[in-house]
């Protein structure tokens, strides 16, 4: 009786221990097959993160999906195009020639200048000015790799092929100061003058006062303060946070009217109805 009892006890046991052992062995994925499922999860969502964070191409003008050319332009040494418009008396009846560049969310139309200053005035004076559509804006091709320097240059190519003289005028409204600090520093021996019309600040350029630009900063809205915090700290993260809907991203971009003046307030009409006339051609 013992025996077989032992014997019994034994089986019952050893079906336990088969049964925990199929348990066991059932379930666990083979760990090459882990690592591989785990790099597959980070592949897809680097490539969300990637899809994220880069802007969609661009559409080319002229090509056969992108917008059609209605501006004058003129063709670069490397195949991009620039677009233009001219304003003011006859290129070659001018006195004085100025390259005006525009600034954010804006196109060769938006000449700040023309919206205060009558015909009459810019005939006597003798000026003339030629409105640009700065790389990636308007009807002007994008540059990849556009920089300070590589704008100058297609500036000064520019006014080159339009044939303004040994020196011209510069002048850089809002996001379009950037572009005359470029010239400043690049083709210094090409201007006549340069002019800054409400100029973007770089609130981290040593040459200001510390205590100017930290009061000047926080007195940004707290949305603009981390916009230009993630464009200066982390530049390739700029699409991503003035397109996300996690945070309030850029006022300008958003096209907020937060950051007015109760005068400006007063001139955004006329602007407005300055725009309209091309906005709907241009948007």
């Not at 810019?122 to 990849?144: A, C, F, K, N």
């Not at 949305?223 to 300008?252: C, E, G, M």
Request: positive net charge; hydrophobic residues 40%.
């Amino acid at each position: 009786m013992a025996g077989g009892a032992t014997r019994k006890i034994s089986a019952a046991s050893a079906r336990a221990h088969t049964r925990k052992a199929k348990q066991k062995t059932s379930f666990p994925l083979p760990f090459g097959m882990m690592k591989n499922m785990i790099a597959l999860f980070g592949i897809v969502i680097l490539a969300l993160i990637y899809m994220a964070i880069m802007p969609p191409p661009p559409k080319i003008c002229g090509s056969s999906n992108g917008p059609l050319i209605t501006a004058p332009r003129v063709k670069l040494s490397d195949g991009r195009y620039l677009a233009y418009k001219e304003n003011g008396v006859p290129r070659d009846q001018a006195k004085h020639k100025f390259v005006f560049i525009h600034g954010f969310d804006c196109v060769r139309h938006d000449v700040a200048l023309l919206t205060t200053t009558s015909p009459e005035l810019m005939q006597s004076l003798g000026i003339y000015i030629v409105s640009i559509d700065r790389p990636g804006y308007g009807e002007s091709d994008p540059h990849p790799k556009r920089t300070p320097k590589t704008l100058a240059l297609d500036i000064e190519e520019l006014a080159d092929q339009l044939e303004l003289g040994s020196k011209f005028y510069v002048i850089g409204f809002s996001m379009g100061g950037q572009a005359v600090w470029g010239l400043l520093k690049y083709i210094p021996h090409r201007l006549a003058g340069a002019i800054l019309l409400t100029p973007v600040t770089n609130y981290w350029w040593d040459s200001f006062p510390a205590n100017l630009t930290k009061q000047a900063y926080y007195e940004q809205l707290v949305q603009d303060q981390w916009t230009l915090r993630i464009a200066h700290y982390f530049p390739w993260l700029t699409y991503w946070w003035n397109t996300q809907k996690l945070f309030p991203s850029s006022s300008v971009a958003t096209g907020s009217e937060d950051i007015l003046l109760e005068q400006d307030r007063v001139l955004m009409p006329i602007f407005d109805s300055y725009q309209s006339e091309y906005r709907a051609r241009t948007w």
